[in-house]
C-alpha cells in the first residue's frame, strides 16, 4: 500500500491521548530546557524517551516522566497545537482528543486552568491555518472551512485510575461546564492494574445520566470480573479490549445499545433531514489501536490481534493511534499496518475510515459535515 495514499485518505481518530501524542522532539526539547533549570537530570529522560520497546509498566512511568515537563498552562497549550496540527498535516478531518485535567496547586493550576489551557491551544491552531469546529456559539468563527487541511475537534475528559470517586466527580462536572466548549465525553484511562471500577462507576453514570458519552478502556489486563462490569455498564466505545476471554466476547457482541436519532438521508447529491426519530441498536464499538498494543506486548503478536476477528464478523471497530508520540506511530501508519498485515485493499481501507463517521460522539451535524468529505473523497481516490 502506497504511503502517500493511506495519507492523504480522510481519517478519523477517536481515541488519542493529549500527553502520548506528543512529538518527540517537543519532549526532548522541553526536557532539556527543565534539566539546564536543575530540575530534572537530562539522561534520565532521553533514555526513557529514545527507548522503543517498552513493557506496559514502563509505559506507564514514561507518562509520569511527560506530565513532569508538560504540566504548566503554556505547555499544554503549545503541545495541543501541535498534536492538532500534526493529525491534521496526516487528513484527519475529525479529532476526539482526550486529556485527564490535572491539578497542581504549586503553579496554581486547577483542572479548570488546565482545560482552558487545552482550549487555547486548539484556538491558536485554528488561527495558524486550521479550523476547529465548536458546538458553542461563542466558538462560531472557529467553524468556517477556510483553509484546504480542515480539522474538527472535539474533547473527551480522562478520569486517571489513580482518582478517587470525588475527583472523578469533579472531571465530569467540568465537562459539563464545558460542554459548550467542545467538551463531549468521558473517557476512563490509566494504568489498568491501578484502582477499583466501583470507584469511578457513580461519576461515570452520572456523566451518562447528564447527556456526556462515555467511552472506556477495557481488558488490557484480563481482569475477567471488571471486564464484564464495564461491559455490563454498556459504554458507547470501548478501547483495546486485548484480553477478552470467550464469555466477553459473547458479551460484547450480543450487547446492544439503544439509542434514539435524528437521520440524515443522502439523496441527490443532497443530504435530507429525516425528521423522524428512529431508535436503532448499536453494538459497543471497539477502539483498536494495534502499535500500542504490540509494542508493549499486551498482545503477543501482531497475526493474532483480535483486529481480524472483529473485522470478519463485521462488528464495529475504529483504527485509533492511542499514543502516537509514545508508540512512534501516527494514523496513516495504522491503516497502512492493517493494510501489510491483513491484506486489506484500498476500498476495504478507505469503508473502515468512512465507516468511523457512525462512532464518533459529536451530533448529527458533524456527521452530515463529514460524510459530505468522504463523498468528495470517494469521487477523487
Ligand atoms: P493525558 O491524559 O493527556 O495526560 O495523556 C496521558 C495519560 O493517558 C496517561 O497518563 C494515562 O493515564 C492515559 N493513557 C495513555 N495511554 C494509555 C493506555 O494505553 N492505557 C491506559 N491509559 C493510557
Ligand atoms: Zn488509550
Known amino acids: 500500500m502506497e504511503e502517500e495514499w493511506v495519507c492523504i485518505v480522510p481519517k478519523v481518530e477517536l481515541h488519542a491521548h493529549l500527553n502520548g501524542s506528543i512529538r518527540n522532539s517537543t519532549l526532548l526539547e522541553l526536557a532539556r530546557e527543565l534539566a539546564q533549570k536543575g530540575t530534572i537530570v537530562f539522561s534520565d529522560f532521553e533514555h526513557v524517551i529514545r527507548k522503543n520497546d517498552r513493557t506496559l509498566r514502563e509505559v506507564f512511568k514514561l507518562f509520569d516522566l511527560i506530565h513532569v515537563v508538560t504540566t504548566d498552562h503554556k505547555t499544554i497549550t503549545r503541545i ?59 466558538f462560531e ?31 465530569v462536572n467540568l465537562a459539563l461546564e464545558m460542554k459548550g466548549m467542545g467538551v463531549i465525553g468521558i473517557d476512563l484511562s490509566g494504568n489498568p492494574t491501578v484502582g477499583e471500577w466501583e470507584t469511578f462507576l457513580p461519576a461515570l453514570k452520572f456523566a451518562r445520566e447528564q447527556g456526556l458519552s462515555v467511552t472506556l478502556h477495557c481488558g488490557e489486563v484480563p481482569t475477567s470480573v471488571e471486564i464484564q462490569s464495564m461491559l455490563d455498564f454498556l459504554p458507547g466505545r470501548i478501547g483495546h479490549a486485548c484480553c477478552f476471554e470467550d464469555e466477553e466476547w459473547r458479551k460484547l457482541k ?71 508520540g509514545v508508540f512512534s506511530t501516527s494514523l496513516s501508519n495504522e491503516y497502512a499496518l492493517v493494510s501489510s498485515t491483513f491484506g486489506l485493499g484500498k476500498l476495504e481501507l478507505f469503508e473502515l475510515a468512512r465507516k468511523a463517521v457512525d462512532f464518533i460522539f459529536a451530533g448529527n451535524d458533524v456527521k452530515k459535515e463529514l460524510m459530505k468529505v468522504y463523498e468528495s473523497a470517494a469521487r477523487t481516490l
Do not use: W
Open 254 to 324: 450480543s450487547y446492544k445499545i439503544p439509542v434514539d436519532l435524528c437521520s440524515y438521508i443522502y439523496f441527490n447529491d443532497m443530504f435530507v433531514y429525516l425528521a423522524v426519530f428512529i431508535s436503532i441498536f448499536f453494538c459497543i464499538q471497539v477502539e483498536i489501536c494495534l502499535t500500542s498494543n504490540i509494542r508493549p506486548e499486551t498482545i503477543s503478536s501482531i497475526d493474532v490481534h483480535h483486529f481480524a476477528n472483529l473485522y470478519k464478523e463485521n462488528h464495529p471497530i475504529v483504527l485509533c493511534t492511542d499514543d502516537s
Open 80 to 138: 495541543t497545537k501541535e498534536v492538532v496540527e500534526d493529525f491534521a498535516a496526516e487528513n484527519v478531518v475529525y479529532l476526539e482528543l482526550r486529556t485527564t485535567p490535572k491539578r497542581n496547586d504549586s503553579i496554581g493550576m486547577s483542572k479548570r486552568s488546565y482545560m482552558e489551557a487545552v482550549i487555547d491551544g486548539l484556538r491558536s491552531t485554528s488561527s495558524s491555518n486550521l479550523d476547529i469546529n465548536f458546538s458553542s456559539d461563542d
Open 141 to 171: 468563527k472557529f467553524s468556517k472551512f477556510k483553509t484546504e487541511k480542515k480539522i474538527i475537534v472535539r474533547l473527551l475528559l480522562s478520569i486517571d485510575r489513580r482518582e478517587s470517586t470525588a475527583s472523578a466527580m469533579e472531571t
